[in-house]
């Protein structure tokens, strides 16, 4: 069975890195076949939300953050993975190979 990934990044500023670090784990996880869902919290709010079946339905709910995100009690009770955004940005194969390590 293959490993399902939802993830959310979030940087202090909300604009660059927050969407550099979702377009790399996104790649990444393309390039392993890894299905992947990336919430952004950045200077436009909540972009692409991670619905609750999208939750429930993910092995590894992935934190990309240098921030307390926002809606954090959603994922309560799941398994969750949390690296910094810096982390994402110079090695997203590596953060990913974490999360399946879980």
């Known amino acids: 069975m ?4 939802v993830a959310v990044t979030a940087c202090p500023t909300g604009i660059a890195h927050t969407y550099m670090a979702a377009d790399a784990l996104q790649k990444e996880a393309n ?19 991670l619905s609750a079946i999208d939750i429930a339905n993910a092995d590894v709910v992935l934190i990309a953050s240098d921030i307390e995100i926002e809606q954090r009690a959603r994922f309560t009770g799941s398994k969750i993975h949390c690296v ?19």
């Not at 293959?2 to 990934?5: F, L, N, R, S």
């Not at 392993?32 to 939300?49: D, H």
């Not at 910094?84 to 879980?102: M, S």
């Open 31 to 49: 390039r392993q076949t890894i299905p992947i869902k990336v919430e952004t919290q950045g200077a436009m709010g909540i972009e692409n939300q």
């Open 84 to 102: 910094t955004i810096e982390e994402v940005l110079i090695d997203a194969c590596r953060v990913l190979t974490r999360c399946k390590e879980l």
């Open 2 to 5: 293959q490993m399902k990934i």
